[in-house]
């Protein structure tokens, strides 16, 4: 499989995989406030943040900074920006919660925390074992 073909195939089934995830608690956690129907414009947007997630995952997996910690840090400034930007775009077409930027900074934030542990944690086994 060539090169692009392998990135595009990780990315791919990282989005799906944190867009699958994502969904299903946001969902339950609807459910449980008493919410039973989410909207598909928030659906998209929702996708649309996920496929930020992934490229900021695959910035930091191509990232190649001295400092190991700027290879996490700048891939999340530059997508975190992005998010602010879809979320002020988005402002166009539906009327945004009071609280949207500081929503969207705190659900972003957790999950980029997470999948970033896991995927370094990950990476160090892989090396490890292939040693």
């Known amino acids: 499989m ?3 073909k392998r990135e595009l195939y990780r990315g791919a089934v990282l989005f799906a995989a944190i867009f699958s995830v994502v969904t299903i608690i946001s969902s339950v956690i609807q459910l ?3 919410t039973e129907s ?3 414009f928030h659906i998209i947007l929702r996708a649309m943040i996920t496929l930020i997630g992934v490229t ?3 910035m930091s997996w191509k990232a190649s900074f001295r400092v190991e910690a700027l290879n996490v840090i700048v891939p999340y400034v530059v997508t975190i920006a992005m998010v602010f930007a879809t979320v002020f ?3 166009f077409f539906v009327e945004l919660h009071p609280n949207a930027y500081r929503d969207i900074f705190l659900n972003y934030t957790v999950v980029f925390a997470i999948v970033t542990v896991i995927i370094r944690i990950v990476a160090r086994i ?3 074992k292939s040693k």
């Open 2 to 4: 060539s090169n692009i």
């Open 32 to 34: 449980i406030n008493g």
């Open 38 to 40: 989410d909207s598909n």
């Open 56 to 58: 900021a995952f695959w």
């Open 89 to 91: 775009f988005s402002g």
């Open 126 to 128: 892989s090396t490890k």
